[in-house]
């Protein structure tokens, strides 16, 4: 025998019966009476505002259950998650359930109330998600100590993402809790990650662009923007380490202040190490980058992103070790190749991710077609914020504006 639900799918339930399922008065079990009432309300343009009043008088223990019960139907879950339907006592338990996807919370961290933000920075499944954590930084009830917070957690996931230890998931969350590890374990992990690509996914890429890397064999390593925007302005030759730190010193002597002299070693350190992996990879051919583009680490994939080889920069995508946090931050970068902008949201694993998509609209590098596309992916509040780039070409901003009033007229109608 069918379920109601079906029914109501397939509009088999008998009309005199839809008021009933719309005060979810049927005689079924509590989770489908929600399934329901969900699909009604978010379907049903007759019993759809009945259906929605229903849900937000619902029984607060059947509700809890549901949001969290892994086996809830995913609509239920979306709906309960969804920033204009949740109510502060579910939130907890929607944070930790796995069938929740991170995409919908990162979607929530964006306009989550200054009550939301303090709950989900108590929730070990945000503190470990850069995605989420990535989001929450955007919101802009975000303030004070929860800003450092969240920048902190930020700065520890993305370290402990370089270290996959496979299973190890206890020890992400504990990282991103607690801090970051050491540089050195870091390096170490990430050598380890280096080795565990199959060298079939190499062979396949080498093979599909065969033409392309025999055609650019002898192009060495320049990065789009240049050398000195990729180092950064803090970089210093390894040969004039000396002369700059004995310049530090002077000037922290005559600053008269141990914290001065501390940055200053800090900047003679990193930037060394930085011009090593440099080094390494301007010592590398086109196809010797290109393998280093899929098996190397996250900072190496960070650096080949912006090869001003197409072939090689693709490959970073192609990398099977590459993070969604990654991903996001190449979508948002002006110092990259159009190529790499069109690329990214030909794959369908990237294009799950609401940050990337909001990323790639809000990159002025962007191509206009591709951006203008990916707009009606895009919430209220993003919509308004790109209205106002004014990085971003005036056409975006326009059509932005335009669908940011269409849908404040449609919650209004509502």
Same mark, same amino acid.
């Given at each position: 025998?069918?379920?109601?639900?079906?029914?109501?799918?397939?509009?088999?339930?008998?009309?005199?019966?839809?008021?009933?399922?719309?005060?979810?008065?049927?005689?079924?079990?509590?989770? *489908?009476? /929600?399934?329901?009432?969900?699909? /009604?309300?978010?379907?049903?343009?007759?019993?759809?505002?009945?259906?929605?009043?229903?849900?937000?008088?619902?029984?607060?223990? !059947?509700?809890? !259950?549901?949001?969290?019960?892994?086996?809830?139907?995913?609509?239920?879950?979306?709906?309960?998650?969804?920033?204009?339907?949740?109510?502060?006592?579910?939130?907890?338990?929607?944070?930790?359930?796995?069938?929740?996807?991170?995409?919908?919370?990162?979607?929530?961290?964006?306009?989550?109330?200054?009550?939301?933000?303090?709950?989900?920075?108590?929730?070990?499944?945000?503190?470990?998600?850069?995605?989420?954590?990535?989001?929450?930084?955007?919101?802009?009830?975000?303030?004070?100590? *929860?800003?450092?917070?969240?920048?902190?957690?930020?700065?520890?996931?993305?370290?402990?993402?370089?270290?996959?230890?496979?299973?190890?998931?206890?020890?992400?969350?504990?990282?991103?809790?607690?801090? !970051?590890?050491?540089?050195?374990?870091?390096?170490?992990?990430?050598?380890?990650?280096?080795?565990?690509?199959?060298?079939?996914?190499?062979?396949?890429?080498?093979?599909?662009?065969?033409?392309?890397?025999?055609?650019?064999?002898?192009?060495?390593?320049?990065?789009?923007?240049?050398?000195?925007?990729?180092?950064?302005?803090?970089?210093?030759?390894?040969?004039?380490?000396?002369?700059?730190?004995?310049?530090?010193?002077?000037? !922290?002597?005559?600053?008269?202040?141990?914290?001065?002299?501390?940055?200053?070693?800090?900047?003679?350190?990193?930037?060394?190490?930085?011009?090593?992996?440099?080094?390494?990879?301007?010592? /590398?051919?086109?196809?010797?980058?290109?393998? /280093?583009?899929?098996?190397?680490?996250?900072?190496?994939?960070?650096?080949?992103?912006?090869?001003?080889?197409?072939?090689?920069?693709?490959?970073?995508?192609?990398?099977?070790?590459?993070?969604?946090?990654?991903?996001?931050?190449?979508?948002?970068?002006?110092?990259?190749?159009?190529?790499?902008?069109?690329?990214?949201?030909?794959?369908?694993?990237?294009?799950?991710?609401?940050?990337?998509?909001?990323?790639?609209?809000?990159?002025?590098?962007?191509?206009?077609?591709?951006?203008?596309?990916?707009?009606?992916?895009?919430?209220?509040?993003?919509?308004?914020?790109?209205?106002?780039?004014? *990085?971003?070409?005036?056409?975006?901003?326009?059509?932005?504006?335009?669908?940011?009033?269409?849908?404040?007229?449609?919650?209004?109608?509502?």
């Amino acid at each position: 025998m069918p379920r109601s639900i079906d029914l109501i799918r397939a509009s088999k339930l008998p009309s005199n019966m839809m008021p009933f399922a719309a005060k979810g008065a049927l005689s079924v079990p509590p989770d *489908e009476n /929600l399934e329901i009432l969900v699909y /009604l309300a978010k379907h049903n343009k007759i019993f759809g505002d009945l259906a929605r009043l229903t849900l937000a008088g619902w029984d607060e223990k !059947a509700s809890l !259950a549901a949001a969290s019960d892994p086996k809830t139907a995913p609509e239920v879950l979306d709906y309960l998650i969804a920033s204009e339907n949740i109510r502060p006592k579910l939130l907890p338990a929607l944070l930790e359930n796995p069938s929740v996807p991170d995409g919908e919370l990162a979607k929530l961290a964006l306009s989550a109330s200054a009550e939301f933000i303090r709950t989900m920075l108590q929730s070990a499944r945000v503190r470990a998600s850069d995605g989420i954590l990535d989001a929450l930084r955007s919101n802009p009830y975000l303030k004070g100590e *929860e800003a450092v917070t969240v920048a902190k957690l930020i700065d520890a996931v993305e370290s402990a993402s370089a270290t996959p230890v496979a299973g190890d998931v206890t020890k992400v969350q504990e990282t991103a809790t607690h801090g !970051a590890e050491s540089v050195e374990a870091m390096g170490a992990a990430a050598d380890e990650e280096a080795g565990d690509v199959p060298e079939e996914a190499v062979s396949a890429y080498l093979a599909e662009h065969a033409a392309e890397i025999d055609a650019e064999k002898d192009k060495p390593f320049q990065p789009v923007g240049g050398v000195v925007d990729l180092l950064g302005p803090d970089y210093f030759p390894v040969v004039e380490n000396r002369d700059m730190a004995e310049m530090a010193a002077e000037k !922290a002597t005559a600053d008269a202040t141990a914290a001065a002299s501390r940055a200053a070693a800090k900047k003679l350190v990193d930037p060394g190490k930085r011009d090593n992996t440099v080094q390494k990879i301007n010592r /590398l051919d086109v196809k010797g980058r290109i393998q /280093l583009a899929m098996k190397g680490n996250k900072e190496e994939r960070s650096i080949l992103i912006r090869d001003g080889t197409k072939v090689v920069a693709l490959a970073v995508l192609d990398a099977p070790k590459i993070s969604d946090g990654e991903v996001e931050k190449f979508a948002l970068q002006k110092n990259v190749l159009e190529a790499v902008l069109r690329q990214i949201p030909l794959k369908r694993r990237f294009m799950k991710n609401y940050i990337v998509v909001r990323n790639l609209v809000s990159n002025p590098r962007t191509p206009l077609d591709l951006g203008l596309g990916l707009m009606k992916h895009l919430l209220t509040q993003d919509l308004k914020n790109i209205s106002a780039n004014k *990085e971003v070409s005036e056409t975006v901003r326009k059509l932005a504006l335009k669908m940011y009033k269409q849908k404040l007229d449609q919650a209004n109608r509502k």
